[in-house]
């Protein structure tokens, strides 16, 4: 199993539109991916962030190569789009994450 963490940090004047887009497309769009089977979507809390917002999307993969085709293929989409809407004020922050020890 692998895990990829996608955080996107929203800038406050775009934060009622970007939860718009989240809950009306990007969620549903989610779902639809391949290779997609288990994920976890969250607002993000920090006492760090004083302007704007952060959401995470955490997604477990089967193996390395489910995650690579998804970083090639969807992960370029997906920013692409979200750059055409919100352009520099929604942020995207792609993290591997390779489990030492898991009991999921």
Excluded at 3 to 26: D, G, R
Excluded at 69 to 74: L, P, T, V
Aim: charged content about 25%; overall charge negative; proline content about 3%.
């Amino acid at each position: 199993m692998t895990a990829l963490s996608i955080t996107f940090h929203c800038t406050a004047p775009q934060l009622e539109n970007w939860e718009k887009y989240l809950h009306n497309e990007f969620l549903s769009n989610i779902k639809k991916m391949e290779h997609i089977q288990r994920y976890i979507f969250s607002e993000v809390y920090s006492e760090m962030i004083e302007e704007g917002k952060n959401y995470n999307l955490l997604v477990l993969f089967d193996n390395e190569e489910n995650r690579a085709i998804f970083m090639e293929e969807k992960l370029g989409l997906m920013a692409g789009k979200i750059t055409d809407i919100f352009a520099n004020e929604v942020m995207i922050f792609p993290t591997l994450l390779n489990p030492i020890k898991s009991e999921l």
